[in-house]
């Protein structure tokens, strides 16, 4: 037997245990340490209502936002852009409506505004656990940039001890493929891949100092 049929052989009888994996991880479930200590509360979650800052101070999008590239593509958890914006959101205990709207660069807190965007959110589209709210994934169009045949998108918010808010991003790669083999610039069969589920963190700044 020469070596490449030798490899996949052992590829093959390896298959079972590399399709039993769980999904692949990449980035954290939990804010960034340098963001700071996530807001504690005995019973329940803390209140995420507040009015933030975009773009973000810390985290992905607040040095560089790419022009071929939309932030939080998609809408979820609300339609962002490239300029200054403000980000509301309030919380009652059923229902998280999440608001956006461009504004004049030159304050931060002008009046002189677009009307807002807005998502809203129900009791069933969300669940707190470890002092965070974590948003149902749904299916997510754009599947192709994330290596796989197909995807989901979700969402946590966390409040922080600053006032400020954390965004995760959660997108879950499905129907990906694996080659069983790569040999002499060959690939020798395929295998289906387990998920692989990417993680990014923003840091939304605290425009109302009253909520804090």
């Given at each position: 037997m020469t070596i490449a049929p030798l490899r996949l052989a052992l590829a093959l009888c390896c298959l079972p245990l590399l399709t039993a994996c769980g999904p692949e991880i990449s980035g954290s479930p939990v804010p960034p340490k340098e963001f700071g200590a996530v807001e504690g509360k005995l019973l329940g979650c803390p209140s995420m209502q507040g009015l933030y800052a975009w773009p973000p101070a810390d985290g992905e999008y607040a040095k560089f936002i790419p022009t071929n590239?939309?932030?939080?593509e998609g809408g979820?958890?609300?339609?962002?852009?490239r300029g200054q914006m403000q980000i509301k959101v309030e919380h009652s205990g059923s229902r998280v409506t999440i608001r956006s709207r461009m504004?004049?660069?030159?304050?931060?807190?002008?009046?002189?505004?677009?009307e807002w965007a807005y998502v809203?959110?129900?009791?069933?589209?969300?669940?707190?656990?470890s002092n965070m709210l974590h948003f149902e994934e749904v299916d997510f169009g754009n599947a192709r940039n994330y290596g796989g045949s197909g995807a989901r998108r979700g969402f946590t918010?966390?409040?922080?001890?600053?006032?400020?808010?954390?965004?995760?991003i959660k997108t879950?790669?499905?129907?990906r493929s694996e080659s069983l083999l790569a040999w002499g610039g060959q690939s020798y069969g395929s295998y289906g891949a387990p998920d692989k589920v990417f993680w990014s963190w923003s840091r939304l700044a605290d425009l109302d100092p009253a909520t804090n």
């Open positions: 590239r939309t932030p939080w979820r958890p609300v339609p962002v852009y504004i004049r660069p030159d304050s931060l807190k002008s009046s002189e505004a677009r809203e959110y129900g009791v069933a589209q969300f669940s707190c656990k918010l966390a409040r922080l001890s600053d006032g400020s808010l954390a965004v995760g879950v790669s499905t129907g």
